[in-house]
């Protein structure tokens, strides 16, 4: 048993996919979240920019105690995880693979589509993971840069979200069985990205598959927290405005929350 929280990091908003999900299945868990909603988006940013920020909200989330890091942020995934996982003597996990493997047990036609960031897309870390496990996948990779900003300025079920979403899918559209929304600001869109792509077209969270993966590694170091009475103390951080980033989370995640600005 440890009682310790679960840190969870994300350029803003979008690592709380990962977040609602993980509170959904594993419900006793506390966490502690730090997005930085400042300097999002990470995704047109150089490789040494974004490590260097993903340092900083791992050092933040270590000050707080956790007992294991998620990085909910494919961008910081692909270019930080490793490095970051071989440091520490937490668990560090990463939501790439177990999206990866989601796709690859969901596609019936051997063509997957990865949508993300143009640093995720740029090192191809998706086609990797996947043709690592499955040579055979054929996988179409497309960067979604105007994504990101849709979501973290709360626009991401206007009318132009609809429209951006259209014109950036339109290369996609009718190739592939199987689409990982490998950034986890996308699910918020995803009711659009599922109508644009057709409804047969299966759609993988591969934060909400991440949350499976926690509780696999909760229960292999056997740091699960204890089901006390005592009530949990879920923590938001947020290096950019409270109030907006309070909007989306509460509506996304159903419940009240507080958050805290946090310089970095
Ligand atoms: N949620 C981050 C991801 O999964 C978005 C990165 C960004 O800020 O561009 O990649």
Redesign the pocket.
Known sequence: MDNRPIGFL???V??LTVVRELMRQLPHEEVVYIGDSAR?????RSAEQIREFTWELVRFLLTKDVKMIVF?????TAVAWKEVKEALDIPVLG?VLPGASAAIKASQTGKIGVL??PM?IQSDIYQQKIQALSPEMKVENLACPKF?PLVESNNYQSSLAKKVVYETLGSIRGKVDTVIL????YPLLRPIIQNVMGKDVKLIDSGAECARDISVLLNYFEINRSRTTESLHHTFYTTASPAAFREIAESWLDMDITVEHVTL
Do not use: I, K, L, R
């Not at 999002?40 to 047109?44: I, N």
């Not at 909910?72 to 910081?76: D, E, H, I, V």
């Open positions: 994300d350029s803003g979008g690592g999002a988006p990470y995704g047109p909910a942020c494919n961008t910081a939501v993300g960031t995720t990101v490998g950034c986890t600001h």
